[in-house]
């Protein structure tokens, strides 16, 4: 093709000209979307702080004010969790795309350039704050509103929670299973829910006396008033009942339970008394000390001395003699503490045992038993009406107290307002220039090239995929060697993949379960962690194929135990599902364990549920396919109840990370305790405990002395194929006989 001159360029546009007008239609038309996909917005929000301390850059409790805390990662979570939206945004996204930026007044200005001039420093402390959004055209331009609204809303309610102590009243009877539980239990349970709302209602009373709800028209000790009717009236009648009936649902485990209590209360006891018992001879010590020291000397000497005063040697430090009477009046208070601890106790094992003794000699009849029972099924039905309506009162008059400090505190100077980066008649230009210009270069191409380009046909440019399309659409394409060989192993049915088995070790020396994990071993790779080929499974959509190898080899590999003689073995999977719901699992695990009925009850899934809802399903799926459920990462410190409720075969406990956090001492004193009562909570309930990360004798020895019923480590054994595993048990079981 040689050059092309102007008359031929216009006898080519004429020629082509209602070719070259549908071209231009459809390039001006993809090209305005594709500049309108390049579009962004800015959001602007204008804020001020007007809170006591403000211009001093203090928040309302003292502590220094970071206005950066409005596009925190936890803030932000919870803008993007109420934001009725559905994309692929990430908190991470959203504060990459955030600036904020200060508002000098000009007078500030001055000020600071005057004390410059006079070599004086002026900081210039600003409350005032402007805070950007830019975001992408395919948001939608009212997007960035919508966002501001919700950060807004998160930044209000976590301002006053971290500098309010805002708190939530529960419906704390609308959470429990209270149906099934112990009269007594249940009786402790309301009361002490009780104490706390009252007294945090009281202690918000006090701090506002004059605060009256616009929306509910309660003040907080009016509520304070309600909850302790409540208690004093319903919840008096209702305990007068259960101890006057003697009432239980199982009086065997009830006496049981209280004894577990009283051994658990005295050996709690005998700690605190030998705490206090320290605490007294070091005040003994410490004040002997002091008193022998030059610094006492000095103080009585000088206070002995009628006009003396504090110069050369007779200077009293104040801050050394602060300093030890601080010191002095930590360890009193500390022995005055676990001493009361101890009193307390004392006196709740004495009501402990009246309440045991009064079961043991129970004289009621059972018609009055059955008659009390239905009194108290009305009264409890009743109380739980009325919690639920005063939690929804009592929250909504929160809701209005603090919705009047964070406008007294935050001012939003102006609502959120948005400009486009690129205008519309910008887009416009752009797209009309671009499709012109392509249309002729069309023409011209047409023109010289396009016969060749018909008689050479069409160019191959599309490749066959190595795998098929899954049941979403196509699978996506890998962008790394690494997600190359993983495919390549999908459709080679994962031939370079392996298990490992470590022994989960009972509390006779024992192994009667094993935790599974898997392995690649790539040729050209090497090792993969377990980590990263998940994690890729799942972005390229082959978690299906990888889970249902998963499961057919540990079923395959069950036979091996069978061989060895290890017929009633479990296998704990750790397969990285975290949620059932929320992953093809479940459907595999389904598909393979109907056709293998027989090693359902030997499959012990590990699910690392985020809360109880996600435990709850996973437990009833797991249980209907015959398989057990193992409760891993979940929080039972503070959930035992619930682990309880649901009941699952076990639960793993990472105590020795737990106590890391702490740092030692008395904290991991207190913990171990806590830890020994979940234990045995869950052994009442039939939960076995598993305490994991178990790789010292030291740490074994700590396990063993809080009771757990299980421990798995390095200590033990490091992940093994099956074939030396097995032989691991047969030396475990063998050394244990």
Not at 10 to 20: G, S
Not at 100 to 116: G, M, P, R
Not at 375 to 400: G, P, R
Not at 515 to 530: A, F, H, I, P, Q
Request: net charge negative; glycine share 6%; hydrophobic share 35%.
């Amino acid at each position: 093709m040689g050059a092309v001159n102007i008359l031929e360029f216009i006898k080519i546009i004429r020629k082509y000209f209602r070719k070259i007008l549908i071209f231009v239609c459809l390039i001006g038309i993809a090209t305005y979307f594709v500049a309108s996909g390049m579009q962004s917005y800015t959001c602007t929000l204008d804020l001020k702080f007007k809170n006591s301390g403000a211009e001093e850059g203090l928040a309302p409790n003292g502590d220094k004010l970071n206005v950066f805390d409005i596009m925190s990662p936890v803030v932000v979570a919870d803008a993007l969790d109420h934001l009725d939206i559905d994309n692929n945004l990430t908190v991470e996204k959203v504060r990459s795309n955030m600036s904020i930026s200060e508002v000098i007044t000009a007078q500030d200005t001055d000020i600071k350039e005057s004390a410059a001039a006079k070599g004086e420093k002026y900081e210039v402390i600003p409350d005032e704050y402007i805070i950007k959004y830019e975001y992408g055209a395919g948001l939608g331009e009212e997007f960035g509103g919508m966002m501001f609204d919700r950060i807004v809303s998160a930044y209000d309610n976590w301002y006053v929670s971290q500098y309010y102590n805002k708190e939530k009243i529960s419906d704390f009877l609308g959470v429990i299973d209270y149906k099934n539980m112990e009269y007594m239990d249940l009786c402790e349970v309301i009361q002490n829910n009780l104490d706390i709302i009252t007294d945090y209602l009281d202690s918000m009373a006090g701090g506002d006396e004059e605060f009256r709800s616009l929306k509910t028209g309660y003040s907080f000790s009016e509520l304070s008033q309600m909850y302790q009717n409540l208690k004093d009236i319903d919840y008096g009648k209702y305990y007068a009942n259960v101890r006057v009936g003697l009432l239980s649902r199982d009086k065997e485990m009830l006496i049981k339970s209280y004894e577990n209590k009283i051994r658990q209360l005295a050996t709690e006891r005998d700690v605190n008394y030998e705490k206090s018992q320290m605490y007294k001879r070091e005040v003994t010590s410490f004040y002997d000390a002091y008193k022998a020291s030059s610094l006492y000397a000095q103080a009585a000497g000088t206070q002995a001395k009628i006009g003396a005063t504090n110069e050369k040697d007779e200077m009293i430090y104040d801050f050394n003699l602060e300093k030890v009477i601080n010191t002095y009046d930590d360890i009193v208070l500390n022995y005055t503490n676990t001493g009361t601890t101890s009193t307390n106790m004392g006196r709740q094992t004495d009501f402990y045992q009246q309440v045991i003794d009064e079961y043991k000699n129970d004289s009621v009849p059972p018609e009055t038993k059955e008659e009390l029972l239905k009194v108290n099924e009305s009264i409890l039905q009743e109380l739980a009406e009325k919690v639920k309506d005063y939690a929804v009162v009592a929250n909504q008059t929160l809701e209005d107290y603090y919705d009047k400090i964070v406008t007294n505190d935050i001012e939003y100077v102006a609502s959120a307002s948005v400009e486009s980066n690129l205008p519309v008649s910008l887009i416009l230009i752009i797209a009309l220039i671009v499709s012109l210009a392509a249309g002729c270069i069309f023409a011209i191409i047409y023109e010289f090239l396009g016969p060749k380009a018909n008689r050479h046909g069409k160019e191959e440019n599309a490749k066959p995929s190595d795998i098929e399309p899954s049941e979403n659409g196509p699978l996506p394409e890998p962008e790394s060697r690494e997600e190359q060989l993983l495919c390549q192993q999908a459709n080679n049915h994962f031939n370079e993949f392996y298990l490992v088995y470590q022994p989960i070790v009972e509390r006779d020396g024992s192994c009667r379960r094993s935790e599974v994990y898997v392995r690649w071993n790539s040729k050209e790779l090497g090792e993969v962690s377990g980590m990263k080929f998940f994690a890729m499974a799942e972005k390229l959509k082959l978690e299906r194929q990888l889970n249902a190898w998963l499961i057919n080899k540990v079923v395959d590999q069950i036979h091996e135990f069978d061989k060895a003689g290890f017929a009633d073995h479990i296998m704990n999977i750790n397969c990285e599902a975290n949620e059932l719901k929320d992953s093809d699992f479940e459907e595999v695990l389904k598909d393979i364990l109907e056709v293998n009925k027989a090693v359902a009850k030997r499959i012990c899934v590990e699910v690392m549920g985020s809360d109880s809802s996600s435990i709850a399903y996973s437990s009833a799926v797991l249980r209907d396919l015959g398989a057990q459920v193992c409760v891993d990462r979940y929080d039972a410190v503070n959930n035992i109840k619930i682990i309880k409720a649901l009941k699952p075969d076990c639960i793993k406990l990472d105590i020795l990370s737990s106590m890391e956090r702490e740092g030692g001492g008395e904290s991991n004193l207190t913990l171990a305790i806590k830890f020994r009562d979940i234990i045995n909570q869950c052994r009442e309930s039939g939960v076995k405990t598993i305490i994991t990360r178990v790789e010292t004798e030291t740490q074994k020895n700590l396990s063993d002395l809080i009771g757990a019923d299980c421990q798995e480590g390095y200590l033990y054994a490091k992940p093994k194929p099956v074939i030396e595993h097995i032989q691991d048990l047969k030396e475990c079981n063998n050394a244990k006989g």
